[in-house]
T-cell receptor, first 116, second 115 residues
Framework: RKEVEQDPGPFNVPEGATVAFNCTYS??????FFWYRQDCRKEPKLLMS???SGNEDGRFTAQLNRASQYISLLIRDSKLSDSATYLC?????????????????FGQGTILTVHP | DVKVTQSSRYLVKRTGEKVFLECVQD?????MFWYRQDPGLGLRLIYF???????EKGDIPEGYSVSREKKERFSLILESASTNQTSMYLC??????????????FGDGTRLSIL
């Protein structure tokens, strides 16, 4: 089983649509969670961190369910510029000394295409 | 803004050559990482360094080595390049801070082809 699993898509949605991506992770000790965005032939860029209480940044809402080991990303009012690959990312728990080396485990990504 | 610079965007080398990929960051970050990204496999961690002269194997270290002599620079070395090392290579850096969600910042990537 992969450590981080995402539906690869592709998701093709019209402008203005609401779209949701899901992600599951296998390591129950995972501690930090992120959504990254990667445009075609570009590097991944941080979209948002995901907190236990859920968090929102404009049209983007992220949710975390630790019991189910499940993360989601909701995009409202989709724009053409939202077309990209969305990467679900987790980090393992810190070592005994409490220092995180910040290792990330990436999902394969979900491809989103927003069309006019 | 964090700046992570990789020395080449595109690189073509021959089988058996020793290849150096360089990465420099300008934000005094402690942690640095090398990944490769392949279609259908996503990003996979090759090596990482949590501080100067420190290095740890990632998930796929075979055929690679690294060097971190200075804090700002993290080099990936392909000891004897092979065709299965053709890939997109991404470097990232991160500030080490306990208890907080510190993200990684990526360079533009190096698309390496081994002929």
């Amino acid at each position: 089983r992969k450590e981080v699993e995402q539906d690869p898509g592709p998701f093709n949605v019209p402008e203005g649509a609401t779209v949701a991506f899901n992600c599951t992770y296998s390591n129950s000790a995972s501690q930090s969670f992120f959504w990254y965005r990667q445009d075609c032939r570009k590097e991944p860029k941080l979209l948002m961190s995901v907190y236990s209480s859920g968090n929102e940044d404009g049209r983007f809402t992220a949710q975390l369910n630790r019991a189910s080991q499940y993360i989601s990303l909701l995009i409202r009012d989709s724009k053409l510029s939202d077309s990209a690959t969305y990467l679900c990312v987790v980090t393992p728990r810190t070592n005994a000394g409490g220092t995180s080396y910040g290792k990330l485990t990436f999902g394969q990504g979900t491809i989103l295409t927003v069309h006019p | 803004d964090v700046k992570v610079t990789q020395s080449s965007r595109y690189l073509v080398k021959r089988t058996g050559e020793k290849v150096f990929l360089e990465c420099v960051q300008d934000m005094d970050h402690e942690n640095m990482f090398w990944y490769r990204q392949d279609p259908g496999l996503g990003l996979r961690l090759i090596y990482f360094s949590y501080d100067v002269k420190m290095k740890e194997k990632g998930d796929i270290p075979e055929g690679y080595s690294v060097s971190r002599e200075k804090k700002e620079r993290f080099s990936l070395i392909l000891e004897s390049a092979s065709t299965n090392q053709t890939s997109m290579y991404l470097c990232a850096s991160r500030r080490r801070r306990q208890g907080l969600n510190q993200p990684q910042h990526f360079g533009d990537g190096t698309r390496l082809s081994i002929l």
